[in-house]
C-alpha cells in the first residue's frame, strides 16, 4: 500500500490532531474575550474528521502502514462515535466553559485525548496501543484537574496514579506477548501466539486488558471513575465516562478476538464482565450525588459491554452489537450528563424534587436518558442489550446473558431513586446556602445554560431515533474485522 | 389500518403535549374523541373481520426493522387478540369518559393514558417477539408514571415495586425470548414463523429453561401465586383509572402471553410441565379467593380476587396442556373459556375499580366498615355496585358465567383435579354478597351520610362496562364464534 493512501486512510485522525494544534496555538495568541473562534476551530476539526470517517467507511475495510493500523467498519464506527461524542460535549459544556479562563487550553486537551481513543480503537498493532494508551490518558488527568478543587486534585491525582500502575501493566502484557509470539503486528500474532504457551499468553491477556480496563472505567481499572466524575467539570466528566470507553472497548475486541482457543481469553471477560456490571451497580444504590451515580453507573455499563467481547469471533452478533452498543451508550450516557449540566446547582438528589414542574422538558430527557441506560424500549441501548444478550447466548454465554438481566432490574432502583422524586409534587426543601450561590439557584438555571438544555432535548431525540433505527445500523455496521 | 388503529392515540399524545396552551378541558374531550375513534376503527375492522386459514392472520402488515436479527414490524390479529384490542380500546374508552372530571394535571393525564392506550393495542397486535417486548415494556413505563404521578396513599414505593417487580418479569421475558431465537433454525423473532416450526423442539432441557424463563415473565404480569405480591399495592395506591387499565389490560398481556407465545412455540415443553401450570392455576384460585375474604379494604379485595379470576385462565391453559385420547374438544374449550374469562374480567374489574374510585372520590376512603347502607343517599350506586358484584362472582346471565361454566367443563374434562378449584367460586360469592351487604345495606352511617349519587359521566363509563358484561352474557355466541377458530388453532399446535 503506497504511503500517499495510507495518510488518506487516517484523514480522520489528522483531522482531529491538526485541530488540537490550531487550537492551541490561537488559544496562546487570543485575548480571553475571544476564545469563541477556538470553540469553533474545535468542532469544525471533529465534524471534518467524522465525514471523513463515514466517506472512509464506503471503502474497504483494510489494514495501513504496513498493517499498523487498522481501517474497517470498528474504527469506523469508533471514529464517528468519538468525535460526535467530544462535539456534544463541546456544545453541552459551551456556558460552563465560557465561565472559565481555560477554554482553548481545554479544547486542545479534549482533542488530544480523543485523537487517543481513536487510535486505540484503530490500534493493529500492540506498539500503537500504548501510544493510543497514552496518548488518551495524559490530557485527561489535565483535564480532571483542571476545575481546580481540592477534590478536583485529588481525582486526579487518583487517576494519574492508577493510570501510570496500569499503564506499566499494559507494558509488562505487551512485553509478553511479544517474547512469546515475536511480533506486536495483531496480524502476524494470532498465529504465532497459537502456538505459544497457554499461560505466557494468559498473563500477557491479563495485563494489556488491566490497562484497558483502565481506560475502560471498568473492573478493575475502575477506581478512578466515580471520584473524577464527581469532582471535574461536568463536560469532563460527560466526556470521560464516554470517549475513551469507546476506544478501549473497540480495542478490547481486537485483542480478545485474536488470541487463541488455546487461551480461555471469553472466561476470563465474562469474569470482568460480571464484576464491572455487580459491583458498579452495588455501588450505586445509594449514592446521593448524581454525577457520583452516574460515574458508578458507567462503571456498570462497562460491564454489559464486555459481553460482546467475551464473544469475540463466536456469534455474527459481537461485533455489530459492541458497535451499536457503544454509539447507544454515547448518545444516551451524553444526555443523562447535559441535563446535569445544564441545572449545574442539582448536585444531589434531593435537588432533583419537583424538577419536572419547573423544567418539565429537561425532565423528560431525563427519563429518556435514564431510561436508556436500564435499556428500555425503544432507545438506543435497548437495541445494544437485546444484541448483546443474542451475541452472548449465541456465543454459548447464556449464563452471563442471566447475570446482566439481574444486573439490569437492580440497577432499575438507582435510576428510579433520582427520577422519581423529580415527579413529585412538592419541589425541594430550599437547603442553606451560602448568599450568591443561592441566589442564583433561586434565578431558573435553563436560560443560562440554554446551550446544554437544548444539547440534552437533541440528545434525547437522537437517543429514541436511533434505537428506530438501530436495525439499519446493525446492517451498516455489521462486516467483520480486518485482518 | 392496523398500524393506523395502535399509533393514533400515542400521535394524539403528542400533540397533546407539544402544543401550548391547550385548555384542560379541551384536553379531556379531546382524549374521549380519539379513544372513540380508536374504538369505532376497531369495531370497522371487527366488522369487515374474516377468520383466516389456520397459522395465518388477518390485517397482517409488516415492515423491515432489524433484518440481521431477523426481528421485522410484524402486526397482525386473529380470533385470539382481536377480543383483546376491542377490550382496550372499550377500557380506555371508559376510562376517558370516568376522567371528564379529573382535576389533577388533565393534559398530562390524558397524553399518558393515550401513551399507555398505544402501548396496550400494541401487544396485543404484535407477531414479533421484539415488537411484543417493546409495547411490553412500555406499558410498564407508562403505567409507572400513573401510579406515581396521580396515585394516592404511598403512590411512589407501591409505583416503585410495581415498576421493578414487573421489570424484572418482562426481562425474564426477554431472556426467553432469545433463548427462542437462538435455538430457532433459521434465527427469527418472528411470532408467525416460531409457531410454525417450534424451537429446541429436540432439546428438553433447553426447552424447560427457555419455557421457565418465558412462564415466570408472564406470571408476574398476570400475576399468579407466588408472584402477586406486587399487584395490592400498585391496586391500593392508583388512582381509579389506572387500576382499571392495570387490571383490565395490563394483567391480560400475560395470559395472553401464555396463549400466544408460551403454549405454540414449545408445545412439547409445555405440555411436560403443564401439570405445573395447572397446580399454580389451582393454587392461585383458591388463595386469592381466601385473601379476598380477609379484606377490609374495597380495593385490596378487588385486586385479590383479580389474583382469583386470573387463577381460573392459568388453570384452562394449564389443564390444555395435558393431551389425552379424545380431550380435544375440551381443550378447545378450556381454552375459549380463558379467553372469554380474560375480556369479562377486564369489563367487570375495570366496572368495580370504577366504583371503588367513586367512594374514594367523594371520602377519601376505601374501609369497608366506615361505609354503610349506601343504598339510601345513592341508589344508582348501590345498583351498580350490586350488578358489577354479581357479575364478579359468575351469576348466570353474565360473561363470567360464560366464561368460568367453560373453563371448568374444559378443565375438568382434561385434569378432574381441577375440581379441587370449585370453592374458590363459592368463596368469591360469598366475599361479594358479605361486601354489598356492608356496604350498601342497612341505615346510612358512617361516611355514608350524605353521600352524593352516580354522576352522569360515571354513570355512562361504569354503566357501558356491565352492559357489555350482560351483553356477552346473554348471547355469548357473536364473541364464541370469534375465539373458537383461533382456540382450536392452539390446541392443534400445543398437540402435535
Given amino acids: 500500500m503506497e504511503l500517499g493512501s495510507d495518510t488518506l486512510a487516517v484523514l480522520p485522525e489528522i483531522c482531529v490532531l491538526g485541530g488540537a494544534i490550531v487550537v492551541l496555538l490561537l488559544g496562546s495568541f487570543l485575548p480571553r474575550g475571544r476564545q469563541a473562534l477556538s470553540r469553533l476551530l474545535a468542532v469544525l476539526a471533529l465534524l471534518a474528521s467524522a465525514t471523513a470517517s463515514a466517506v472512509g467507511m464506503t471503502g474497504p475495510a483494510m489494514t495501513v502502514f504496513e498493517a499498523n493500523y487498522t481501517v474497517d467498519a470498528a474504527s469506523g464506527v469508533a471514529r464517528i462515535v468519538i468525535s460526535l461524542a467530544t462535539v ?46 497514552l496518548l488518551a490518558s495524559i490530557p485527561l488527568y489535565a483535564l480532571i484537574g483542571m476545575s ?33 509470539g515475536g511480533t506486536t503486528a495483531y496480524v502476524q500474532l494470532g498465529r504465532a501466539l497459537a502456538s505459544a504457551p497457554a499461560a505466557a499468553v494468559a498473563a500477557g491477556l491479563v495485563g494489556v486488558l488491566a490497562g484497558l480496563m483502565f481506560k475502560a472505567g471498568g473492573v478493575p481499572g475502575h477506581f478512578w471513575v466515580p471520584d473524577a466524575t464527581q469532582a471535574a467539570s461536568t463536560l469532563v466528566a460527560a466526556f470521560l465516562t464516554t470517549v475513551p470507553k469507546v476506544g478501549a472497548l473497540v480495542a478490547a475486541y ?70 451499536l452498543y457503544l454509539a447507544g451508550y454515547a448518545a444516551t450516557n451524553l444526555t443523562a450528563f447535559a441535563v446535569v449540566a445544564a441545572l449545574p446547582h442539582h448536585r444531589t438528589l434531593v435537588d432533583y424534587r419537583g424538577v419536572a414542574r419547573i423544567h418539565p422538558w429537561l425532565a423528560g430527557a431525563l427519563v429518556v436518558s435514564l431510561l436508556g441506560l436500564v435499556g428500555t424500549p425503544p432507545t438506543a441501548v435497548f437495541v445494544g442489550k437485546l444484541t448483546t444478550l443474542t451475541a452472548a447466548w449465541d456465543g454459548g454465554f447464556a449464563w452471563l446473558a442471566v447475570i446482566a438481566v439481574i444486573n439490569s432490574v437492580a440497577s432499575l432502583f438507582y435510576y428510579l431513586r433520582w427520577l422519581a422524586p ?14 450568591s450561590n443561592a441566589a442564583e439557584a433561586a434565578a431558573p438555571s435553563i436560560d443560562r445554560r440554554p446551550w446544554a438544555a437544548w444539547s440534552a432535548m437533541a440528545g434525547a431525540v437522537a437517543v429514541l431515533i436511533l434505537g428506530v433505527l438501530a436495525g439499519g445500523l446493525l446492517s451498516i455496521v455489521g462486516a467483520p474485522l480486518a485482518h | 389500518m392496523l398500524s393506523l388503529v395502535i399509533f393514533l392515540p400515542v400521535v394524539a399524545a403528542l400533540v397533546l403535549i407539544v402544543l401550548p396552551g391547550l385548555s384542560d378541558r379541551l384536553s379531556r374531550w379531546a382524549w374521549v374523541l ?101 409495547f411490553f415494556d412500555l406499558s410498564i413505563v407508562g403505567m409507572y408514571f400513573i401510579i406515581a404521578g396521580w396515585g394516592h396513599g404511598n403512590p411512589a414505593r407501591s409505583a416503585l415495586k410495581f415498576f421493578l417487580y414487573t421489570f424484572l418479569g418482562s426481562l425474564s421475558l426477554l431472556l426467553g425470548f432469545i433463548g427462542l431465537y437462538v435455538g430457532a433454525v433459521p434465527h427469527t423473532f418472528d411470532m408467525v414463523e416460531l409457531a410454525r416450526h417450534p424451537a429446541l423442539q429436540n432439546a428438553p432441557v433447553a426447552a424447560g429453561f427457555v419455557l421457565a424463563a418465558i412462564v415466570i415473565g408472564l406470571a408476574i404480569k398476570t400475576p399468579t401465586f407466588p408472584f402477586h405480591t406486587w399487584l395490592p399495592p400498585a391496586h391500593t395506591d392508583a388512582p381509579a383509572i389506572g387500576s382499571v387499565v392495570l387490571a383490565g389490560v395490563l394483567l391480560k398481556m400475560g395470559t395472553y402471553g401464555f396463549v400466544r ?53 392459568v388453570l384452562a391453559v394449564g389443564a390444555a396442556g395435558v393431551v389425552s385420547d379424545s380431550s380435544e374438544q375440551a381443550q378447545q374449550v378450556a381454552i375459549t373459556g380463558a379467553v372469554v374469562q380474560m375480556v369479562s374480567h377486564g369489563l367487570v374489574t375495570g366496572a368495580l375499580f370504577l366504583l371503588a374510585g367513586v367512594l374514594y372520590d367523594r371520602r377519601e376512603s376505601y374501609d369497608l366498615s366506615a361505609f354503610g347502607g349506601l343504598a339510601a343517599p345513592a341508589p344508582r350506586y ?105 382456540a382450536s388453532v392452539v390446541v392443534n399446535l400445543v398437540g402435535r
Wanted: with cysteine.
Fill in chain 1, 148 to 180: 481546580r478543587s481540592p477534590r478536583a486534585a485529588e481525582a486526579a491525582l487518583k487517576t494519574y496514579l492508577l493510570g501510570a500502575l496500569l499503564g506499566i501493566t499494559l507494558l509488562v502484557g505487551v512485553t509478553v506477548l511479544y517474547g512469546v
Fill in chain 2, 382 to 486: 348501590a345498583a351498580f355496585f350490586a350488578v358489577a358484584a354479581f357479575a364478579s362472582l359468575g351469576l348466570p346471565g353474565f360473561s363470567g358465567f360464560i366464561a368460568e361454566f367453560q373453563i371448568f367443563a374444559g378443565s375438568i374434562g382434561t385434569v378432574p383435579w381441577s375440581l379441587l378449584a370449585l370453592p374458590g367460586i363459592l368463596i368469591t360469592a360469598a366475599l361479594f354478597l358479605r361486601a354489598s351487604q356492608r356496604l350498601l345495606t342497612g341505615k346510612p352511617r358512617g361516611l355514608s351520610v350524605g353521600f352524593s349519587d352516580l354522576k352522569l359521566n360515571e354513570v355512562l363509563s361504569i354503566g357501558a362496562l356491565l352492559v357489555m358484561s350482560v351483553i356477552i352474557g346473554l348471547f355469548p355466541r357473536f364473541l364464541l364464534d370469534l375465539i373458537e377458530p383461533a
Fill in chain 1, 254 to 323: 481486537r485483542l480478545v478476538d485474536l488470541i487463541p482457543a488455546t487461551t480461555d481469553a471469553a472466561l476470563l471477560v465474562g469474569i470482568l464482565a460480571t464484576a464491572g456490571m455487580t459491583l458498579g451497580n452495588l455501588a450505586a444504590f445509594w449514592q446521593d450525588d448524581v454525577r457520583r451515580l452516574l460515574g458508578w453507573s458507567t462503571v456498570s455499563q462497562v460491564g454489559y459491554l464486555l459481553l460482546p467481547v467475551a464473544v469475540a469471533g463466536g456469534s455474527d452478533l459481537a461485533l455489530p452489537s459492541l458497535l
Fill in chain 1, 88 to 133: 456534544f460535549v463541546i456544545v453541552l459544556g459551551f456556558s460552563e466553559l465560557a465561565e472559565t479562563p481555560r477554554e482553548s487550553e481545554t479544547y486542545a486537551l479534549l482533542l488530544l485525548a480523543s485523537l487517543g481513543a481513536m487510535v486505540l480503537a484503530g490500534a493493529g498493532d500492540l506498539l500503537i496501543l500504548i501510544t493510543g494508551y
Fill in chain 2, 34 to 134: 380519539v379513544t372513540l375513534v380508536d374504538f369505532a376503527l376497531l369495531i370497522g375492522m371487527w366488522a369487515a373481520y374474516d377468520v383466516p386459514a389456520a397459522g395465518f392472520l388477518a390485517y397482517e402488515e409488516r415492515l423491515e426493522w432489524m433484518p440481521s436479527v431477523g426481528s421485522s414490524y410484524h402486526v397482525g390479529v386473529d380470533g385470539l387478540s382481536l377480543p383483546l384490542l376491542l377490550l382496550t380500546a372499550v377500557i380506555f374508552l371508559a376510562c376517558a369518559v370516568y376522567a371528564l372530571k379529573e382535576r389533577e394535571r388533565p393534559r398530562q393525564q390524558a397524553a399518558l393514558f393515550l401513551f399507555l392506550q398505544s402501548a396496550s393495542l400494541g401487544v396485543f397486535a404484535a407477531q414479533d417477539l421484539i415488537v411484543f417486548f417493546v
Fill in chain 1, 422 to 435: 423529580m415527579f413529585a409534587r412538592t419541589p425541594a426543601v430550599p437547603r442553606p446556602q451560602p448568599m
Fill in chain 2, 261 to 313: 407465545i408460551a403454549m405454540p412455540m414449545l408445545p412439547d415443553a409445555w405440555r411436560s410441565w403443564a401439570w405445573l401450570i395447572v397446580i399454580v392455576g389451582i393454587v392461585s384460585v383458591l388463595y386469592g379467593a381466601l385473601v379476598a375474604l380477609a379484606q377490609t379494604n374495597v380495593k385490596r379485595m378487588i385486586a385479590y380476587t383479580s389474583v382469583n379470576h386470573m387463577g381460573y385462565i
